[in-house]
């Protein structure tokens, strides 16, 4: 890593939120749900879908995660109301897990109805390996509600194919991502490509069980070997979509992905907590600050 980038990821963490905010700006589809909606609009006029996530985790407060429940149930009906392109994302960990399992389902339930009521899909991401086990059994109680609904999948974790094995049928619908908690040797891979490998089994698998596979991740050399294996097997467009995170450079090649034919969507992160999130995003890619500092004034 360079020196202009190991200076920004020590220094910016620290710095005052107002001057933190262009480098999150990127990142963050705004700060209200009018701001994420305008955003979605315009990913979709560019032939982009979506998926909105409310950004947060690991609430401890009870009226709290049901005040975010109803906020994604809101969403959910914006997202109707305006016909957009756009699903939902969310972390159990926001809407309640951390609290208890009951307050978490509860909630999640909600959410489950009012994606069914609007035929829409929800997606549950995953979250650090102590809540995997109960993000499943999350999904499995909400598939009585809606069969719209699909979880993430983290190919870091050595467990991952195996719950591809148990989990995976035609109804089956994850996003294959490679993770991105700290997790402990003894549970994930740690090796770029053991993780890539994994990748690329998961994403045969759930071809082979007939599943939906959201292929998430921003590695061009992943994406090249995906394309080569879908071309090669004559994978059928309907069973797999890419899928990329809102502001990260991608150097054109989701708009030739779509030209191509391809489903892109784009995870579209908002709302009042978007400090730690982009923090987060400008330590994966430093190289960020640099673009963010060339348009500074331009934004601001
Ligand atoms: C749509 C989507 C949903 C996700 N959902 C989850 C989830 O539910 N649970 C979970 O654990 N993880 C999730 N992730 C994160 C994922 O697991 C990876 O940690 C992250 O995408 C980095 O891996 P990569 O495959 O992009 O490859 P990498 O090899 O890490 O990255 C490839 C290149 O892309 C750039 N890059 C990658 N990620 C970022 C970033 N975030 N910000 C800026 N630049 C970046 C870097 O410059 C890097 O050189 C999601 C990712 C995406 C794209």
Not at 99 to 122: G, P, R, V
Request: with cysteine; aromatic share 12%; charged share 25%.
């Amino acid at each position: 890593m360079n020196l202009f980038n190991s200076f920004i990821i020590k220094t910016v963490p620290h710095l005052p939120k107002w001057f933190t905010k262009p480098f999150a700006k990127p990142y963050v589809a705004g700060e209200t749900t009018e701001e994420a909606l305008k955003n979605v609009a315009k990913l979709n006029q560019n032939g982009f879908k979506a998926t909105l996530d409310i950004l947060g985790e690991h609430v401890i407060s009870s009226s709290f995660a049901k005040n975010i429940t109803s906020q994604y149930c809101n969403l959910y009906q914006r997202i109707s109301d305006e016909k957009l392109n756009c699903t939902i994302s969310v972390k159990p960990s926001h809407i309640g897990l951390n609290i208890s399992y009951s307050e978490a389902l509860e909630n999640m339930e909600l959410i489950s109805k009012k994606a069914k009521d609007l035929d829409n899909f929800l997606r549950i991401d995953m979250e650090s390996s102590d809540l995997t086990d109960q993000t499943f059994k999350l999904l499995n109680e909400c598939k009585y509600i809606t069969k719209n609904i699909g979880v993430a999948i983290q190919a870091y974790l050595f467990r991952s194919l195996e719950d591809i094995n148990t989990l995976a049928d035609s109804d089956f619908n994850a996003r294959i991502c490679k993770g991105i908690y700290k997790e402990d040797s003894s549970v994930a891979f740690s090796d770029r490509s053991d993780i890539k490998n994994n990748f690329m089994s998961m994403a045969k698998s759930m071809v082979k069980k007939g599943s939906f596979a959201g292929y998430a991740t921003h590695d061009q050399e992943l994406i090249d070997e995906l394309l080569n294996w879908i071309q090669t097997e004559k994978i059928p467009k309907e069973q797999f979509e890419f899928q990329t995170l809102y502001g990260v450079p991608m150097n054109g090649r989701l708009e030739n992905l779509i030209n191509e034919g391809y489903t892109v969507r784009i995870y579209v992160p908002f709302g009042p907590d978007w400090f730690d999130y982009s923090i987060r995003r400008l330590k994966e890619n430093p190289d960020i600050a640099k673009y963010v500092l060339k348009n500074f004034f331009r934004n601001e």
